[in-house]
């Protein structure tokens, strides 16, 4: 019984095989590229000189106080290193954590320390993914300031163009409400 | 709006689009998997034609149980050959534009089991280790195989209900070609076209090198990542493209991917309970199944939502804004996304536990305790509501026949299931099937916690360290997949213990299956008499809940008292 049942199986598994794990892909890729390009080759952004300045949707490092700053990122050996996706992995009594969290406040209060506003729990926890393009209405709220003066721009400015990319929710009740760092960055940059 | 009206919304608007979807799916697959001539069968038939003339199958043959039990242990041993032959291969494979050496073999063979077995156990990190062609080809394809394998022994079960006198109990070379053709392979091309017009990458480029507005140097990883993304979660399997699987922005990049990508886990589960009934003759048996999922399930997660809507009490203290509101989702941000927030990643830890499916947009292990029970606790009670595609009905079915024969034993009457006596046999089988998993999790928890090999790997101290080694075996012996992933996994200890724990905890319970079902197609029918208890009623409903809720309970309480209860307190007394 063994072996009649080795034929079927070895060259069923040959035949799936080339079916779902080349033809498949391969076609989706084809369809991908003909329909959704941008999307299907990672929403890549370019800057004037054709150089590739990162994706829409891959947060990067941002240090400089006239730049909003993306979520804390886990990944090592460097923040944002796109080739290292991970979350903390901390659990919520490890005194790592609160160590963490402790560091994320202070650059925050030295970068701006006329700032009152209580923090947002966004700007101080670690993303999922290490890689979070986005941060919420509250994180870029908490920072406009610190960007306005360092750009020597009015506050409403700032607001206004956080206003204006911000994403609401699907339909109201899927996801969160939140703004892409990067797009902002580079709307800031474009203001000059 | 309160954010708890915002998420009561929220879930009712899922389990709406759910419960949508169960008929039509659930018809579909009946009429596919039966060979009822329609439209889709008709288009297909020349393929399936060629399939079976090339692969030396006649389709016409039934096999008796045990013949489909060895063709499906068979069929999967050799696709995890396939899937450890093409790792340790890798260097001198094509379609791998980083040039990914070969990986260890304790890794390629914990990986292998894992994709087999509908697990998706990954120690590894994906971008660093997997080429293009291994994730495709090995991956991908255990990915479709593993999915149809529990449809099989689905349909297979639900013919023991449906057969009288029978010999046979299906061909497993027929369903599953017919359950990958008809069933995932389409469902999964629409999926993944509509992924990627979401911003999920499909390509085979190298990965991209930029520089970074502030000009530092980022490389972007790249890959054929939607096509695989989308059986990932309709085939409940969970292993993610890249290490941080469905919190990585390029697997699922916004609300609808991550709306669509929930649903895609919990369709086919819910949607077998619609097959179940009418392949049997009566839909309200498949609508009590259903029911008693829902009820198990929408508790847990709106706990989950609660406690991780709380937040955390050490970050409050330090002056942190946790609050929820139009700016925020406030709450436990700790290794969870912007664009998800809380909600949507309760809901998604919840779907993804309650399924055999693993994959995660926000990382447990940094839940709050009782947060984190959810996930633990749905994937102990193993996985069945709605349970993984094909597990899950079955699974329930095996608890159903647990029930009617507790019923049976408080009324002095021989239990019965839809016209089949349940027997001496059956029970035998059906308790094989239900103490594997809870002994594989806790024996192997014990030997990890008692040898300094198994402690190594804990990454937090205290009871969350311990709860990532129990998370760990419950993940593996049920065929999840997901992780408290600070647990460092990818030791030859672990490789090997979860490998084993995976393989058993799979296949112990589809041959135990696969023999119940033999043997009631063997029983004749027995007619209903007014002494029949009805098994299509809240009576029945409760007491399969309750059949569940007893064995889960009665067998993880302690470990879980030393795990998430313990950790609760002290995070409560932390102050």
Redesign the interface.
């Known amino acids: 019984m063994f072996l009649r049942l080795i034929r079927p199986a070895a060259s069923l598994l040959v035949l799936m095989t080339a079916l779902l794990g080349i033809a498949y892909p391969v076609v989706i890729t084809g369809a991908a590229a003909a329909l959704f390009p941008r999307a299907a080759g990672g929403s890549l952004i370019y800057g004037r000189t054709g150089t590739l300045v990162g994706s829409a949707l891959i947060g990067q490092r941002f240090s400089e106080p006239k730049y909003f700053w993306g979520r804390p990122s886990a990944t090592t050996p460097q923040p944002y290193n796109g080739l290292g996706s991970t979350g903390s992995n901390l659990g919520p009594l490890n005194p790592a954590l609160l160590a963490e969290v402790g560091a994320n406040v202070s650059a925050l209060r030295d970068a701006d320390p006329g700032n009152r506003m209580p923090i947002p729990v966004g700007l101080v926890t670690s993303s999922a993914s290490g890689l979070d393009p986005e941060i919420s209405p509250a994180d870029a709220r908490f920072q406009a300031e610190r960007v306005a003066r360092a750009r020597k721009l009015r506050l409403s400015t700032v607001e206004a163009l956080i206003a204006a990319h911000r994403r609401g929710r699907l339909l109201g009740l899927f996801g969160e409400p939140r703004i892409n760092v990067l797009e902002l960055n580079l709307a800031l940059d474009r203001l000059h | 709006m309160h954010p708890g009206v915002?998420f009561a919304?929220?879930l009712s608007?899922f389990l709406g689009l759910v419960l949508l979807v169960v008929k039509p799916l659930g018809t579909y697959i009946a009429d596919v998997m039966e060979g009822r001539p329609n439209f889709v069968l008709r288009a297909g038939a020349p393929i399936e034609r060629l399939?079976y003339r090339?692969?030396?199958?006649d389709a016409g043959e039934e096999m008796p149980w045990a013949?489909y039990a060895?063709?499906l242990v068979?069929?999967n041993v050799?696709?995890a050959v396939?899937v450890y032959a093409l790792q340790r291969l890798q260097g001198h494979l094509p379609l791998n534009p980083q040039q990914f050496a070969a990986v260890s073999p304790d890794s390629s063979f914990n990986t292998a089991v894992s994709f087999a077995t509908n697990t998706n156990w990954q120690a590894y990190?994906g971008?660093?280790t997997m080429g293009y062609l291994v994730q495709?080809?090995?991956l991908?394809?255990q990915n479709?195989?593993s999915a149809a394998t529990g449809i099989c022994v689905a349909i297979a079960m639900i013919r023991g209900f449906t057969r009288h006198g029978a010999a046979a109990i299906g061909n497993f070379?027929v369903d599953?070609?017919r359950s990958?053709l008809y069933v995932l392979?389409p469902l999964?091309?629409v999926l993944?076209?509509v992924l990627?017009?979401?911003?999920?990458?499909?390509?085979?480029?190298p990965?991209?090198?930029?520089?970074?507005?502030?000009a530092?140097t980022?490389?972007?990883?790249?890959g054929?990542v939607?096509?695989?993304e989308s059986i990932k979660e309709l085939g409940t399997n969970g292993g993610g493209f890249?290490?941080?699987n469905s919190?990585?922005?390029?697997e699922n990049?916004?609300?609808?991917s991550?709306?669509l990508e929930m649903l895609a886990i919990v369709a086919i589960p819910f949607a077998l309970t619609y097959t179940f009934g009418r392949m049997v003759g009566d839909t309200r048996q498949g609508w009590v199944l259903l029911a008693a999922m829902l009820i198990l399930f929408v508790p847990l997660v709106v706990t989950a939502y609660h406690f991780e809507q709380r937040?955390?009490p050490?970050?409050a203290a330090?002056?942190?804004?946790?609050r929820a509101?139009?700016?925020?989702?406030?709450?436990?941000?700790?290794?969870?996304?912007?664009?998800?927030?809380i909600?949507?990643?309760a809901l998604f830890a919840a779907a993804t536990t309650a399924t055999s499916c693993g994959a995660?947009?926000?990382?447990h292990?940094?839940?709050?305790?009782l947060g984190g029970f959810v996930p633990l606790f749905l994937i102990e009670l193993g996985e069945l509501a709605p349970g993984g595609v094909g597990t899950g009905l079955y699974t329930m079915l095996m608890f159903a026949i647990l029930g009617v024969f507790i019923a049976g034993l408080m009324i002095g009457r021989t239990p019965e299931y839809l016209g089949k006596k349940i027997e001496a046999l059956e029970m035998k089988l059906a308790s094989v099937f239900i103490l594997t998993t809870p002994f594989l999790v806790l024996a192997g928890t014990a030997v990890a916690v008692a040898t300094a090999a198994g402690r190594a790997g804990a990454?937090?101290?205290?009871a969350?360290g311990f709860?990532e080694i129990l998370y760990a075996f419950s993940s593996a012996a049920n065929n999840n997949g997901s992780a408290?992933?600070?647990l460092a996994a990818n030791s030859v200890f672990y490789n090997v213990s979860t490998g084993l724990a995976m393989f058993l905890g799979r296949y112990w319970p589809i041959v135990a299956s696969l023999a119940v079902a033999g043997s009631l197609a063997a029983k004749k029918r027995i007619p209903v008499t007014d002494g029949t208890m009805p098994t299509h009623g809240a009576l029945f409903v409760s007491l399969l809940i309750g059949s569940v809720l007893l064995i889960g309970v009665l067998t993880y309480v302690p470990a879980l008292a030393l795990g998430p209860v313990v950790?609760h307190f002290?995070?409560a007394a932390?102050k």
């Open positions: 915002l919304l929220m608007a399939v090339l692969s030396g199958v013949r060895i063709a068979l069929f050799l696709g396939v990190s971008e660093t495709m080809a090995g991908a394809v479709f195989l070379w599953l070609t990958t392979l999964s091309a993944a076209l990627v017009s979401q911003g999920v990458i499909q390509n085979f480029a990965y991209r090198q930029a520089t970074t507005v502030e530092r980022q490389t972007l990883p790249m054929p939607a096509s695989q890249f290490n941080a919190a990585h922005p390029y990049p916004t609300p609808l991550n709306l937040g955390n050490l970050i330090r002056g942190i804004d946790q509101g139009p700016a925020q989702a406030g709450g436990n941000m700790e290794g969870k996304e912007t664009r998800f927030g909600a949507a990643s995660v947009n926000s990382m292990d940094s839940m709050t305790p990454a937090n101290p205290g969350h709860s408290f992933a600070g950790e002290m995070l932390a």
